[in-house]
């Protein structure tokens, strides 16, 4: 059957990912090092993000990422 869900299946699956993300989220330490903002900022140009986050107002790194741009550099307007 094409196209069906088995109720069975996602429970299951549903309850992993909630276990998951409990275990994630109650640890002690941190799961991974923090990106820096530099960093983050070159991942979403990179993907194509830039445009549409800067649309709704919600890219906050300024210059961070773009080619030949670094944290020192002053922001443009």
């Known amino acids: 059957m ?7 299946v996602l429970a299951e699956n549903a309850t992993l990912m909630a276990l ?7 640890r002690p330490e941190r799961f991974a090092t923090p990106w820096t903002p530099e960093k983050t900022a070159k ?3 990179k993907q194509g993000q830039y445009d549409v986050l800067k649309a709704f107002g919600l890219w ?3 210059d961070l990422g773009a080619e030949g741009k ?6 443009r307007n």
């Open 43 to 45: 991942m979403l140009r």
């Open 20 to 26: 998951t993300a409990y275990w994630i989220a109650d």
């Open 2 to 8: 094409h196209g069906s869900v088995k109720a069975e």
């Open 70 to 75: 670094d944290r020192n550099d002053p922001p």
């Open 60 to 62: 906050k790194f300024g």
